[in-house]
């Protein structure tokens, strides 16, 4: 069983910054993957980053070089710093931890970039 707690989050003016961060609990060893998705209102859920166990590291489109995921092992937390931020970066954001073929995600939190 993994568990997996978010923070971070909120309301920012475009352009602006924010962060979020993951903190996961439980069997944690079977992890390979962190990251974030995001989900806006009427549309599917997407990739916002990934991050392996080795510091392999995937982004979205959309915020390539605008955010940043790191992830600190000793920890078991994974962070995600995002820069110049966008009205359409607005959504739930869901942590993500894959183990094999079997996904966990967080609760969510909200994420709202105004113009």
């Known amino acids: 069983q993994v568990e997996l707690v978010e923070s971070g989050g909120g309301l920012v003016q475009a352009g602006g910054s924010l962060s979020v961060s993951c903190a996961a609990s439980?069997?944690?060893?079977?992890?390979?993957?962190m990251g974030w998705y995001r989900q806006a209102p009427g549309k599917q859920r997407e990739l916002v980053a990934t991050?392996?166990?080795?510091?392999?590291?995937l982004y979205g489109d959309s915020v390539k070089g605008r955010f940043t995921i790191s992830r600190d092992n000793a920890k078991n937390t994974v962070h995600l710093q995002m820069n110049n931020l966008k009205p359409e970066d607005t959504g739930a954001y869901y942590c993500?931890?894959?183990?094999?073929?079997?996904?966990?995600w967080g609760q969510g939190t909200q994420v709202t970039v105004s113009s």
């Open positions: 439980g069997s944690i060893f079977s992890i390979k993957f």
């Open positions: 991050i392996g166990s080795g510091g392999s590291t």
């Open positions: 993500n931890a894959r183990m094999g073929l079997t996904d966990i």
